[in-house]
């Protein structure tokens, strides 16, 4: 667990960057600050690890204070990922991966199947890629390897700074269901900043709104999108383009999507896969069987709600006791 209390962070005496926050991460969680520029994501974030020192307040990891980690074990033992890739370019993929097993001194063996295992978790062939350079890769092949850098360790926590804010929409889209099945598979803290309400909605068991320095709200995606703490929150939801319309979260929501078919067409195939023959409700179990979310689209192709397993198997729970009532 990561726990913050009141901590604040000034970079100048005249100037709070983090006012007074104070909050707790929970282990497995993939938890999200998200705000607008400036309000102190990436400081909140690298306080943590101790890149840069907080001024008054304690961070503690696992009820140990972060002051009384020795740094690298620290460091070490939290992967970071950064919006820009920061893969080393002299370096092959391999070694670029292997820099903290490497200063873990983990023998050769051990090492190589480690690379091996990690290239595959993302869907890189290892055979092919651990000998190329980083420029050999696309945008979205390199922050994959970021993200797996990350992890190489096999770190408890890993914290991840926009990550993919710098991705074309596809590449981002499927780098945000890899690191979404991932984490639901080995169960990392995931600490995560994004400034994109509807990463933060796919992504996050929770999320954390800031506003100058300070916590506005902090809670599940459900109940930001429901009930937001005020007007602020208000507005930075709908600047998401989540708002009018039904962001998935109750029964009442999916039942409005199935009504108005709004969907994103079965795109497989010859993209004409018997649209016509399944229900809305089929062709969304059936996108979520490999898919952890799936947007849903206007007419437009403007994504207007996210929908989760989770949500469906609520809307069919919902379903099943109305059915069981009446009989
Ligand atoms: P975010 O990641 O949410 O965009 P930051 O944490 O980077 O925000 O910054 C929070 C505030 O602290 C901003 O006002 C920023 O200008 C200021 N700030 C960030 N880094 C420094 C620094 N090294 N020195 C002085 N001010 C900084
Ligand atoms: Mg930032």
Known sequence: MIRFENVTKNYTTDKTAVNQISLNIKDGEFFVFIGPSGCGKTTTLKMINRLIPLTTGTIYINEKRISDYDIHELRWDIGYVLQQIALFPHMTIEENIAIVPELKKWDKDKIHARVTELLEMVGLDPEIYRHRKPKELSGGEQQRVGVVRALAADPSIILMDEPFSALDPISRQKLQQDIHALQK??????????????????????????????????????????????EFVRNFVESGNLQTNPVLTSNHTVQELLDAELYLPYREGDGETAVSVQSPLELLVKRLAYEHTVPIENQQGEMIAIVSGQHVMRFLAAQLEEGGGHS
């Open 185 to 230: 598979k080995i169960k990392k803290t995931i600490v995560f900043v994004t400034h994109d309400m509807q990463e933060a909605v796919a992504l996050g068991d929770r999320i954390c709104l800031m506003q100058d320095g300070q916590i506005v709200q902090c809670d599940t995606p459900e109940n930001i999108l429901q009930h937001p703490a005020n």
